[in-house]
C-alpha cells in the first residue's frame, strides 16, 4: 500500500451516497447510485476541493503564498482555489481563458468577490499558457513572494491523490449499502479526478469500471492525458506500481459543440432529473456525462448491471452562468 502525503482538511467529507430511485424506476436498466461531490462545501463544492487538500498543503509545506493557476472563465476549479486562498490567507492569481468580455456572473463573480487577483486571455493566447504561467512565476519571485504553480484543474501527479482518498470512501459508502456497482460513471475534463479513480479503486481492491465521459477533446486525448498524470504520480510517489496496464475507458461521444457549450438535449436531461430527483447537474461536465450514461442504459449497453453510480462532481455556479440557455 502506498501512503497518503500531507493534506489539509477542505472538503466536507464523507459525501452521501445515495441511489435515485424515482429515476431508475424510469428506465429498464440498473439500479443508479449518485455519489455527492457536488456537497463537499457551498463555496467550494465540487471534485476540485479533494484534489486541492494535497496541492494546497504541498504549496504550504513549500513555504509559498501565492498561488496561480488557469482555466476557463467558468472554470470551478478556478472558483475553488480562489475561495480556498482567501480562508488560507494566500495571495491568487487566475489566468483564465475566453474569447468574449466575460460577464461578472457565477464562478467569475465569487472569484471576484474573494479578491483573486484575475488576467483573462483569449484561446489563442492560451496556446502558450506555459509561457504565461512562467511570466508570472518570474513577476511574483522578482517581488519577492513564493509563486506556486497548479496546473489546470489541479490535475497532476499531487492532485492525483484527492480521488485516490475518495476511492477509499467510495469503498466504505459500498460496504455500508451492502452493495457491488459494476461502473463507477463521471465527467472528465482536466483528466485528474478520472486518474484518481483509476487508480484509486486499484489500489482499494474494487472491482469496478471507471467510465468517464469526455467534455471536451478525445478519447485518445483521455488516454495521454490520464496516463500522464498517473506516471508522475507513480514517479513521485509509487515507483514499485506499474501504472501502464491500468484501462482507461472515456467515451468521447457525449461532447457536444464544444467545451462549456452543451445541446439543448443536455438542458433537457439536466431539467428532468432537477425535477425529478431534486439533484441539479451543469452544463458543463454532469449534465453531457449524465445525459450520456443515461443514453447508454436506454440502448441497452448496461443491461447486465445491478449498481451504477455516478459522481456528481459539482458545477452549479457554471449553470447559473448560462441562465439565458435554460428558457424560463
Ligand atoms: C473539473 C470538473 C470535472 C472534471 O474533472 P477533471 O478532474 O478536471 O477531469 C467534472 N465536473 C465538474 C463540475 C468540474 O468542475
Given at each position: 500500500m ?8 477542505l ?23 449518485i ?53 488560507l ?21 465569487l ?11 483569449s484561446?489563442?493566447?492560451f ?71 483509476i ?24 488516454e ?55 439533484v ?18 436506454r ?30
Amino acid at each position: 500500500m502506498v501512503s497518503l502525503p500531507e493534506n489539509l482538511s477542505l472538503a466536507q467529507t464523507p459525501t452521501p451516497l445515495h441511489s435515485l430511485d424515482r429515476l431508475t424506476a424510469q428506465l429498464n436498466g440498473p439500479r443508479i447510485w449518485i455519489k455527492r461531490d457536488d456537497l463537499t462545501g457551498c463555496l467550494t463544492s465540487g471534485n476540485k476541493v479533494r484534489k486541492l487538500e494535497f496541492l494546497l498543503a504541498d504549496a504550504i509545506a513549500n513555504g509559498c503564498d501565492t498561488l496561480i493557476t488557469s482555466g476557463g472563465v467558468q472554470s470551478n476549479h478556478c472558483r475553488a482555489v480562489a475561495v480556498l486562498g482567501a480562508q488560507l490567507g494566500l495571495n491568487v492569481h487566475l489566468l483564465l481563458r475566453s474569447d468574449i468580455e466575460p460577464a461578472p456572473v457565477g464562478n467569475l463573480l465569487l472569484d471576484q468577490l474573494v479578491g483573486a487577483t484575475i488576467s483573462h486571455y483569449s484561446k489563442q493566447e492560451f496556446n502558450q499558457l506555459d509561457a504565461i504561467f512562467s511570466h508570472w512565476q518570474e513577476h511574483y519571485r522578482e517581488q519577492g513572494a513564493k509563486p506556486y504553480c497548479i496546473p489546470t484543474g489541479g490535475s497532476n501527479g499531487m492532485g492525483v491523490w484527492g480521488y485516490i482518498a475518495a476511492a477509499e470512501e467510495l469503498k466504505a459508502d459500498f460496504a455500508r449499502e451492502n452493495i457491488s456497482p459494476s461502473r463507477l460513471v463521471l465527467a472528465t475534463g482536466s483528466g485528474g479526478t478520472q486518474a484518481g479513480l483509476i487508480v484509486g479503486c486499484a489500489l482499494h481492491n474494487i472491482p469496478i469500471s471507471i467510465e468517464a465521459f469526455a467534455v471536451c477533446d478525445n478519447a485518445a486525448y483521455f488516454e495521454r492525458k490520464v496516463r500522464d498524470d498517473l506516471r508522475q504520480w507513480q514517479q513521485q510517489f509509487a515507483p514499485h506500481i506499474d501504472v501502464e496496464e491500468f484501462p482507461i475507458n472515456t467515451n468521447d461521444q457525449y461532447v457536444g459543440p464544444d467545451y462549456g457549450a452543451a445541446g439543448p438535449e443536455v438542458f433537457a436531461t439536466l431539467k428532468e432529473l432537477a425535477a425529478l430527483e431534486g439533484v441539479i447537474l451543469d452544463p458543463v461536465y454532469t449534465g453531457k456525462a449524465f445525459h450520456g450514461m443515461l443514453q447508454q442504459i436506454r440502448q441497452g449497453h448496461y443491461r447486465d448491471d445491478t449498481d451504477i453510480v455516478f459522481v456528481h462532481t459539482g458545477g452549479l455556479f457554471g449553470l447559473l452562468a448560462q441562465q439565458d440557455q435554460l428558457n424560463y
